[in-house]
């Protein structure tokens, strides 16, 4: 083939065109455009539910692992800290019955009791009353940082224990209640922590405690005839924990208080006492408590949890860090979610909550 006859032929071949590839004059382009958008969003979707499938998976196996591997604590641990949530406790149901349950919550609890706080057995430090002036109110309060094994959080020392009282929601009702920084807000207080239960159960509402809340020596929820799991303090300035009913408290001349059922927050100290704990004494989640020195400082302890630094501490932590802080008397508030500290303007804990603290009906706060 002479040269010529060979460029002539691949021009030709350069302006050939495939009869499927050439556009339709009337077709501009725009029949394909929604077809195009519809799969690319739905190969999004896809990768989306291809990485949660895979995610749960790893979250289930892991969850396997710790179920049915060798170490018994670690088991009973998991247990408990998913019972002690309200929106995921189903979940250990997923690899034991009920009763199976049933018998790892009795195995790693603190235990209750009948005993109720020697208000004799506190002496208060002299220069506690919040009538003299000549200590300053931002010296009367200490923040400490509180780190474990398992868990981060905030202490607040009062050397003064008549600045600390219950505060409250203006109503109780099945509503909403208030984060702690607003309810300190209707008091002009200067900080504090979440106080007792809630109606949490089928419904919710967080502005309706349960049991026995005094404030101001009045009952303002609850009666007098109930027997209740109450944490408060009396009019000498003295924390009382104990089971009792309205009367007795009001005997016991209580100025305020709020009630917690003793599986949501048991009492750790009583009388320098500290409570019987079997087992790993609860699950891992963040945590609230109330306490008293002998020589009358209240500390309020916010404790993170559910979180990659902090994933929480049992009861018996919160009973180990009262103790070295010099408790004599000490219970456990709500937690989980409810657990936050706020102090001059600001919450200084890290609550477990995407969308900020939860709301709540009492709380303990500072004048």
Request: glycine share 10%; aromatic share 6%; with cysteine.
């Amino acid at each position: 083939m002479s040269e010529n006859r060979r460029r002539k032929r691949e021009e030709v071949e350069l302006f050939e065109v495939d009869d499927s590839q050439m556009l339709d004059p009337e077709d501009d382009g725009k029949d394909r455009k929604p077809g195009r958008v519809l799969s690319a969003i739905g190969k999004v979707f896809l990768t989306i539910i291809v990485t949660l499938v895979i995610l749960c998976g790893g979250i289930y196996a892991l969850m396997c692992v710790v179920v049915y591997g060798p170490s018994r604590t670690a088991q009973e641990q998991f247990v408990m800290s998913l019972r002690e949530t309200s929106a995921i406790g189903f979940i250990a149901n997923w690899f034991f019955s009920e009763d199976e349950v049933k018998a790892i919550i009795e195995k790693n609890s603190i235990k209750d009791t009948d005993v109720i706080t020697n208000t004799s057995l506190v002496t208060m430090a002299s220069g506690t009353d919040s009538s003299d002036e000549s200590e300053e109110q931002s010296q009367d309060i200490e923040i400490v940082d509180i780190k474990g094994t398992t868990y981060r959080g905030k202490l607040m020392i009062i050397k003064d224990p008549s600045r600390v009282f219950v505060g409250t929601v203006p109503q109780f009702f099945e509503g909403d209640g208030k984060v702690v920084a607003k309810i300190a807000a209707r008091y002009n207080a200067v900080g504090g922590v979440n106080g007792g239960e809630f109606v949490d159960g089928e419904l919710t509402y967080t502005a309706m405690p349960v049991g026995l809340v005094m404030t101001d020596g009045r009952i303002v929820n609850g009666d007098t005839a109930t027997r209740c799991h109450v944490t408060g303090f009396t009019k000498d300035n003295i924390l009382v924990v104990g089971n009792m009913t309205g009367q007795q408290a009001l005997d016991m001349g209580m100025r305020d208080c709020v009630s917690i059922s003793s599986s949501i927050g048991p009492f750790l100290i009583i009388n320098g006492e500290a409570q019987d704990v079997s087992g790993v004494g609860g699950g891992l989640n963040p945590r609230t408590a109330v306490g008293q020195r002998a020589d009358g400082a209240v500390l309020l302890l916010a404790i993170d949890g559910r979180q990659a630094n902090s994933l929480g501490a049992s009861f018996a932590d919160l009973l180990y860090i009262m103790q070295q802080y010099g408790a004599v008397n000490a219970s456990t508030m709500d937690g989980g979610t409810s657990t936050q500290m706020y102090y001059e303007g600001s919450v200084i804990n890290t609550p477990y909550s995407p969308t900020g603290p939860r709301q709540c009906p009492t709380a303990f706060l500072v004048k």
